[in-house]
Nanobody, 122 residues
Framework: QVQLVESGGGLVQAGGSLRLSCVAS????????MGWYRQAPGKQRELVAA???????NYADSVKGRFTISRDNRKNGVYLQMSSLKPEDTAVYYC????????????????WGQGTLVTVSS
């Protein structure tokens, strides 16, 4: 079984910063891309940022220049540094690994974290 465990959410004032962390655990052979999604109340889940094993990144237009995604392949971790936060960034943030290869097998899984709430007050 593979799990993604997120941490770092909370309440912050507009203009502030937060850093989200996500670490994968379990029987893992390798993890390819990793990313962060978010879902605001009444809205669909959307991609915030993604990163490949080699470090190539992709961001939603709404967060470019404010958010930075990074990863530590040795720790199977992915991180999201969020700065200049806005009230519209308020959402539950989910860590995602769309292609995890399970240890000792060729089985591929998509894994989601449980979500962490980010609230930005105006």
């Amino acid at each position: 079984q593979v799990q993604l465990v997120e941490s770092g959410g909370g309440l912050v004032q507009a203009g502030g910063s937060l850093r989200l962390s996500c670490v994968a655990s379990g029987s893992i052979r390798s993890i390819n891309d990793m990313g962060w999604y978010r879902q605001a109340p009444g809205k669909q889940r959307e991609l915030v940022a993604a990163i490949t094993t080699g470090g190539m990144t992709n961001y939603a237009d709404s967060v470019k220049g404010r958010f930075t995604i990074s990863r530590d392949n040795r720790k199977n971790g992915v991180y999201l540094q969020m700065s200049s936060l806005k009230p519209e960034d308020t959402a539950v943030y989910y860590c995602n690994a769309p292609d995890v290869i399970v240890g000792g097998s060729n089985r591929h899984l998509e894994v989601w974290g449980q979500g962490t709430l980010v609230t930005v007050s105006s």
